[in-house]
């Protein structure tokens, strides 16, 4: 998408951490910003500094597990702006447990905010999306743990892994509906995510206040999420599939990929002898 301004960028989970490094890097570039968040005050609050930039904004009280509110949400902004040029599927949780102590309810709600919240997402903007003339884009937010194996979290890695898989699909299918695609790959970023627990519905377990001194750490010490709002432009603006934040984090992709490869060579020589 070259030309930014005056377009339209909605943003899940806009009100913290990398959602509000998007809000702040598209508002700087001349983008309306709507900003829809499980955490009202949040979002509000990042509307009115994006607002101050000199842009219009919008923020709206959302959980991206609930279909029918994503509906509502979408509804909302087409109101309010007519059009929506970039869509940001950026909303996530994480728990941290080995396998074998992740309960039912973890799973679920992992499952519910990071896997269907973006298909809920691009459900309830794609249509509207493709009808519309001009450039328009999705960006979805994975991980690096989308890309590789991580332990102690396994609910996450499965849903970032399903979230790269649907990302690499919207983007084959690209020549049917006409719209870029873009799937946000970060390693460490300083941002709430370690207390994502804070926003645990009542149906999956309820608010979680435990903490992860360990965890914390590592992502305190990580990029600033501004720094990852500017990357993510930019990868919008070259229309990149694969947006990667943290150079290092190559050795993940080549541990996994190395290890498919040579179970091919495995098969190969299997099916040679
Ligand atoms: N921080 C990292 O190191 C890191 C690394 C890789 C990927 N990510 C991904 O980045 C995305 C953003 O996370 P972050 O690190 O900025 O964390 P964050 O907690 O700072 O921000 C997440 C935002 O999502 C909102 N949210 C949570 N549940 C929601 C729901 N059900 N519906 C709507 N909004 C909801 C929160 O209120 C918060 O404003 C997530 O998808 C996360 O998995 C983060």
Redo the contacts with the bound molecule.
């Keep these: 998408m070259q030309d930014l301004a005056g377009k339209v960028a909605v943003i899940?989970?806009?009100?913290?951490?990398?959602?509000?490094g998007m809000a702040h890097a598209f508002a700087a570039a001349g983008m309306h910003v709507a900003i829809?968040?499980?955490?009202l005050a949040?979002?509000e609050r990042v509307q009115r500094e994006v607002e101050e930039m000199g842009i219009s904004s919008i923020a709206a009280k959302?959980?991206?597990?609930d279909r029918d509110a994503v509906g509502s949400f979408a509804d909302k902004v087409f109101d309010k702006f007519g059009e929506v040029h970039l869509l940001c599927n950026?909303?996530?949780?994480?728990t941290f447990d080995l396998m074998d102590d992740t309960s039912d309810a973890d799973w679920r709600w992992v499952i519910?905010?990071?896997l269907e919240?973006v298909i809920n997402g691009i459900q309830a903007f794609m249509p509207r999306m493709k009808a519309q003339a001009g450039e328009k884009h999705i960006v979805n937010?994975?991980?690096?743990?989308g890309i590789g194996p991580h332990e102690g979290i396994a609910p996450?890695v499965a849903t970032?892994y399903g979230v790269v898989g649907i990302s690499e699909t919207l983007h084959a299918e690209r020549e049917h509906h006409g719209i870029g695609s873009s799937v946000?790959?970060?390693?460490?970023?300083?941002?709430?995510?370690v207390?994502?627990g804070?926003?645990r519905?009542d149906d999956v377990g309820g608010p979680d206040s435990r903490v992860h001194p360990d965890v914390q750490e590592q992502?305190s010490a990580?990029m600033d999420?501004m720094e990852v709002g500017r990357i993510v432009r930019q990868a919008v603006i070259d229309d990149d599939l694969y947006i990667f934040t943290h150079p290092d984090t190559r050795e993940i992709a080549e541990k996994r990929f190395a290890a498919i490869l040579a179970a091919f060579d495995k098969c190969a020589a299997r099916s040679a002898s």
């Design positions: 899940t989970g806009g009100g913290s951490g990398i959602g509000r829809g968040d499980i955490e949040a979002g959302l959980d991206v597990a950026n909303a996530g949780v994480v519910s905010v990071n919240g937010t994975a991980s690096i743990a996450y970032k946000l790959c970060p390693g460490n970023v300083h941002t709430q995510i207390a994502s804070r926003n519905q992502i990580g999420p």
